[in-house]
């Protein structure tokens, strides 16, 4: 009672809040955030003063250089050259030499490439870009045709393309060629129908060996004889295109060629070899171990001396393999082995029910690794796959040094043209073929933490 | 029926019950793929045996103890044109490990800088160690090699003038030439004096750390070890310049001649290149793995360590430092590893690595692929061997320890 007789003798009451007031200026807009970003203490102070001369060093000369100084036409080396080296630039001068780029741009993408056949390589480079860019936009439609495009289609168009076809076999268990000495291909092809019996023929006896339906084995074992020989058919047939060999092609299409078949190479070879290494069979871990940790203990460097030097020791006499193939297989190989590691701690990650419950449900093998292990550990490691791909593409680089004209070696091999040659000439192709490089790795890298967060945004819903 | 099923040797539809068998099909797996092993490893020694003798070689490592007859710039052992292919292997060797060794302390420095700023509240600094490691990773190696050795080295003066550094000597397009030390008479007793100071510093430590476990007192080591190993060393330097009249170490400094400079030590641009390189490209990596490190300590272990009255420096060093390093080592180990083996990169930049000397120049010169190619493999192959045997070790000793 008393509470109620105190309000109500009080004289004012105030009814309205005041207003907030502005936060102190020493809080709010560009100064608070620079004090708390920037100079929250004397340390802080300093490593910001650091940081600004470090970036104050490096930044303002290399805009200099590519652009502001740069020189952005011209026909030859006197544009790019100060007074004293015989140009026209004022000595002291010291800034890119674009055209030089302009000049070589096609030389760097082609290399020595026919050049009435380039259409070819653009082609290519086209059908690549149709197939990769639905495949990578998680909402676009059909994936399935898409894979299979770009994992069979693709792949042999563009070797028509690039190469011309027209590849010519040989009878290889000899047969063939006793019985069609006058036809090459001919030999080829009764040698082919006869391996393709025999495995027929083996197929037939596990089936009836083991008491399966005989009917599955042997279709399996046609489709995929029929398939391989509509393949090596297309190879060797005569499609009217100039044939190009491998030694001529280069640039950025050799750099290409190497990655994306490394690529797809090293992603299925590394797969069974992480199986492999995991499997219950001790021969099999055994052979896969030794695989994975011999490629991961040499360098790069010594598996391409080793595909460029050793390898044609170790064919027969007169069996003779295409440089760029070597490398290629050198580069797969070893790429197979960082996969399989990748993918590895993939399949460890999965937890053991799931194998159990892949088992108790009666799945097979193969069943449970492509139905339930396989999806669930590829998702796993996607930002691993994506490391090793660029890990790969950089390293494609490394070809240069057996003597392949890839991008790089391209560029390297510019130099020698007396016509650019200028003080300013590597500086500038160096920073045109980083900014190449990164960004494609930087593309790649970003995807991959697109990925990465789609997936994670999935986990936890 | 049931209980048949789950027996191993079920008994198929009319077929052969053994072959059904999931242990006797591995058994036949695993024997058909060491037929195919052994028979394509049969057939690739066969092939080489007969080209061999095609080409008139005869394998065999007897080639070994020629001699190898050509230069080597850098050498950190003895060697002259007339030394065997296998002084050209060592050789080849300690400048690939040289050039391991340091970059390896370089890259691991720079890397831990810029890991621990990308995680900096200070804005800029965060982001210049953002864009150092997005620039620098994703750049390919060998054109990181190319761009310091043909871009930026050639920018140096050329071979008649040089930049003066001062103390730290000259350096111009011909490489850099350092202050190279001149051990005196006296200098013996300065190296022992330190590694007294390091045999003490260790009894020291384990005697502080067993007296702390029984007492709870606790013994300045730091301090005591830091005295020991350099104020001790110190006092024995001047100690012995006056007692033998003679300093016992000095440097020799370059001095600019007519035909650029001479004296000191000269350090090749070949070697700076593939150092600069090598250590800015890996220390990007390392950098993320020290960021990944720091970031997978909760911090609940920091606010934990700050309850029980740790100051900040003892929950660095005592709570974070050891949990991170954990997550830390195992990466960072397999970044030195990559590290030494992206070193057989100066073959493209003509550094006399194991690469460029013995499975280029020594392999050219004799056509003796086979040999020289197994042996470079073997090295590369051992060392990462060995590194990984020792993280093994390591890791089983620092792994959580779960009850």
């Not at chain 1, 599955?216 to 090596?232: F, G, Q, R």
């Not at chain 1, 790969?392 to 391209?410: E, P, S």
């Not at chain 2, 050789?91 to 370089?106: C, K």
């Not at chain 2, 620098?136 to 190319?146: A, E, G, M, T, V």
């Amino acid at each position: 009672m008393s509470d109620i007789q105190a309000e109500s003798d009080l004289t004012y009451v105030r009814e309205e809040m005041l207003a907030e007031a502005p936060p102190p200026v020493r809080d709010k807009g560009a100064v608070a955030w620079l004090r708390k970003n920037l100079f929250s203490s004397w340390l802080n102070g300093a490593m910001t003063v650091l940081a600004l001369y470090v970036i104050w060093v490096i930044v303002p000369p290399l805009l200099n250089f590519a652009f502001f100084d740069a020189v952005w036409e011209g026909a030859s080396r006197e544009a790019c050259a100060t007074q004293q080296q015989g140009g026209v630039q004022p000595n002291g001068w010291f800034g890119a030499c674009w055209p030089y780029i302009g000049d070589y741009f096609a030389q760097f993408v082609y290399g020595r490439y026919p050049i009435d056949q380039r259409w070819r390589v653009d082609i290519v480079f086209a059908l690549f870009v149709i197939g990769l860019v639905p495949l990578l936009i998680p909402s676009a439609p059909a994936k399935g045709p898409n894979i299979v495009y770009m994992a069979v289609i693709f792949p042999v168009v563009a070797l028509l393309l690039l190469s011309g076809g027209d590849f010519e076999y040989g009878s290889f268990i000899g047969i063939g060629e006793a019985l069609a000495s006058a036809a090459y291909d001919a030999g080829f092809w009764i040698d082919y129908a006869l391996l393709a019996l025999v495995f027929l023929g083996l197929a037939f006896a596990w089936a009836k060996a083991t008491g399966a339906h005989a009917l599955e084995p042997i279709k399996l074992v046609l489709v995929i004889m029929a398939a391989l020989a509509v393949l090596l058919f297309l190879l060797g047939f005569d499609f009217g295109l100039e044939s190009v060999p491998t030694s001529v092609w280069g640039g950025l299409l050799v750099t290409l060629v190497i990655a994306v078949t490394g690529i797809a190479a090293s992603l299925p070879l590394g797969i069974l070899l992480a199986l492999g290494r995991r499997s219950d069979m001790p021969i099999v871990r055994f052979v896969c171990v030794v695989f994975i940790e011999f490629w991961r203990g040499v360098p790069l460097i010594t598996v391409l001396f080793m595909s460029s030097v050793m390898l044609p020791l170790f064919l027969p006499e007169g069996v003779s393999f295409d440089k760029l193939l070597r490398a290629l297989i050198g580069v797969a190989l070893f790429s197979a082995a960082y996969m399989a590691e990748v993918v590895r701690g993939g399949l460890q990650a999965i937890p053991k029910g799931q194998y159990e419950g892949a088992d108790a449900v009666g799945l097979a093998y193969w069943q449970k690794m492509r139905l339930i292990i396989l999806p669930q550990a590829l998702t796993l490691v996607i930002p691993g796959i994506v490391n090793t791909f660029i890990g790969l593409f950089k390293d494609t680089t490394l070809v240069l040094i057996i003597g392949l004209f890839d991008f790089l070696g391209q560029i390297q091999s510019s130099f020698t043209d007396p016509s650019w040659a200028t003080p300013v000439q590597a500086v500038t192709a160096y920073l045109f073929a980083a900014f190449v490089y990164w960004v494609f790795c930087f593309a790649m890298s970003r995807y991959s933490i697109f990925t990465e967060n789609r997936l994670r945004a999935g986990h936890q819903r | 029926m049931a209980v048949q099923d789950a027996l191993p040797g079920r008994v198929g539809s009319g077929g052969n019950a053994v072959l059904n068998d999931q242990r006797v099909r591995g058994v036949i797996f695993q024997v058909l793929l060491i037929v195919a092993i052994v028979s394509f490893a049969w057939w690739i020694i066969h092939n080489t045996a007969v080209n061999l003798r095609a080409q008139g070689i005869e394998f065999g490592f007897d080639i070994m103890l020629d001699s190898a007859g050509f230069q080597i710039n850098q050498t950190l052992i003895d060697y002259q044109e007339t030394s065997s292919y296998v002084r050209v292997y060592f050789v080849g060797l300690f400048n690939t490990l040289l050039v391991s060794l340091i970059g390896i302390i370089m890259a691991t420095i720079i890397g831990f800088v810029v890991g621990i700023a990308r995680l900096s509240n200070n804005w800029i600094v965060a982001k210049a160690a953002y864009v150092y490691i997005e620039v620098l990773r994703n750049i390919p190696l060998l054109l990181q090699i190319f761009i310091w050795y043909f871009a930026v080295l050639r920018l140096l003066p050329p071979k008649r003038e040089a930049i003066d550094l001062g103390p730290l000597g000259l350096l111009n397009i011909a490489g850099w030439y350092a202050p190279s030390p001149v051990f005196g008479p006296g200098f013996d007793f300065v190296v022992g004096a330190i590694l007294l100071g390091l045999a003490a510093s260790f009894l020291i430590r384990a005697w502080a750390r067993r007296r702390q476990m029984a007492t709870g007192e606790r013994f300045p080591v730091f301090w005591t070890a830091l005295a020991l190993v350099v104020a001790v060393p110190i006092v024995v330097y001047f100690l012995a310049d006056a007692l033998t009249k003679g300093a016992p170490l000095t440097m020799e400094y370059a001095t600019q001649g007519n035909f650029g400079p001479r004296g000191g030590t000269r350090i090749f641009p070949e070697f700076i290149g593939l150092l600069f390189a090598l250590s800015f490209y890996t220390a990007s990596f390392i950098a993320e793995i020290v960021r990944a490190g720091i970031l997978a300590v909760p911090h609940g272990q920091t606010e934990a360590s700050f309850s029980l009255g740790l100051r900040p420096g003892h929950t660095l060093r005592l709570v974070v430092i050891p949990q991170a390093l954990r997550v830390i080592i195992p990466p960072l180990t397999s970044q030195y590893l990559n590290l030494t083996k992206n070193s057989s990169l100066a073959v493209a930049i003509a550094y006399p690595d194991l690469v460029s000397v013995f499975a280029g120049t020594a392999l050219n010169q004799t056509g003796r692929a086979v040999e020289f190619i197994l042996i470079t493999m073997a090295t590369y192959l051992a060392i990462s061997l060995v590194t990984s045997a020792f993280m093994n070790w390591y890791n089983s000793r620092v792994a959580l320890v779960e009850r």
